[in-house]
């Protein structure tokens, strides 16, 4: 199915989409369809031994296909864009070889941008300095960085969540190695490198039906036994404040364990985080070009679904540089603006 000449990049298939507006019940066949494998871009899910917080599908539901870029790390070790955009370029580049239309799917925007369309690394980490402000962040809080950063890059806060510590931490990483803003510095890099043809895929779904099914996904790791992991991953000494810790549901649960809340309480919490993240997810791919929107109906079948999407992708495929057949852009923001 992948074009032959040279002179167009090599072809790559993502998929994007908020968390439980079914990416992964969707990919699945459509790898089997493509024959492909699936690149995952999920900045959680590349720890090990966190599976049911982190949404991993169970190894018996994946229908054969496999899933590269998951377990990459343990919970405890750092891990990056960098490094996460060098693994999957790897994957990419062996799945071309084989012959192969390489399939990313996933929730995080930040990795598929550098994929696709490239990544200022900016400089090393400062060890010393960024220990000063984790601690700093333990002590009073992630919000008291925040603060510091919204005074330094005031553009570049209004785009992260006041706790989301890694990014808020290299925001004033590099303010203070370089002293420029972090986001004056990525609108220079602009993000312009196309090293693929690519083909990006948005699904959506109408608002209230994907508020019942993240209701529903707050429910179902609870079933499958989030507390347990959850408690299983503090007993290994994972502390609670490491930063695979802090993701949904491990969060909220946590909070629990350690007497911070009832269980009726993180379950509330846990189900209005991941509405809150779903939105920041929307917010941050409706900003972001060349995006296909496809709206998923609420009784339609997943085969109805794939088979669109199979479509799409045969007529990407037959001409990569021409987008035209595309017209259904404008429903993201509609969908987003409700």
């Not at 550098?114 to 010393?128: F, N, Q, R």
């Not at 996904?217 to 299983?232: F, I, S």
């Not at 007993?235 to 269980?263: E, P, T």
């Not at 060349?290 to 495929?317: K, N, P």
């Amino acid at each position: 199915m992948m074009t032959e000449d040279v002179r167009i990049p090599k072809p790559l298939i993502v998929v994007v989409g908020p968390t439980a507006v079914g990416k992964s019940h969707i990919a699945i066949p459509l790898a089997q369809a493509l024959r492909t494998e699936i690149l995952t871009a999920d900045s959680r899910q590349v720890y090990r031994g966190m599976d049911i917080g982190m949404d991993k599908p169970p190894v018996e539901a994946r229908g054969g296909v496999p899933h590269r870029l998951i377990d990459v790390v343990e919970p405890d070790q750092p891990f990056n864009v960098g490094e996460y955009r060098r693994l999957a370029m790897a994957e990419i580049a062996r799945l071309h070889r084989d012959g192969r239309v390489p399939l990313m799917v996933g929730g995080t925007g930040l990795y598929v941008r550098t994929v696709v369309c490239g990544l200022w690394e900016g400089p090393p980490a400062d060890w010393g300095y960024r220990h000063r402000l984790m601690n700093l962040a333990r002590v009073q809080g992630t919000e008291a960085l925040y603060r510091q950063l919204a005074q330094v890059d005031p553009d570049l806060a209004a785009r992260l969540h006041p706790r989301d510590e890694a990014k808020v931490i290299r925001g004033l990483e590099t303010y203070q190695i370089t002293g420029r803003r972090l986001s004056d510095l990525h609108r220079e890099h602009a993000f312009a490198e196309k090293p693929y043809s690519t083909l990006l895929i948005g699904l959506t779904r109408n608002r209230d039906e994907l508020c019942r099914r993240i209701d529903a996904r707050g429910d179902e790791p609870l079933a499958n036994g989030l507390v347990e992991e959850t408690r299983r991953l503090l007993v290994q000494g994972y502390d609670r404040h490491l930063g695979s810790m802090k993701g949904l549901g491990y969060r909220q649960i946590s909070g629990y364990l350690a007497g911070d809340s009832s269980y009726e309480e993180a379950v509330r919490l846990l189900k209005r985080d991941t509405r809150h993240f779903a939105k920041r997810q929307f917010t941050w791919f409706r900003k972001e070009p060349g995006i296909v929107w496809v709206q998923i109906q609420e009784r339609e079948s997943t085969e109805t679904v794939v088979a669109r999407l199979i479509a799409m992708v045969q007529c990407f495929l037959e001409n990569p540089t021409d987008l035209s057949w595309a017209t259904s852009a404008h429903e993201a923001a509609h969908y987003v603006n409700r």
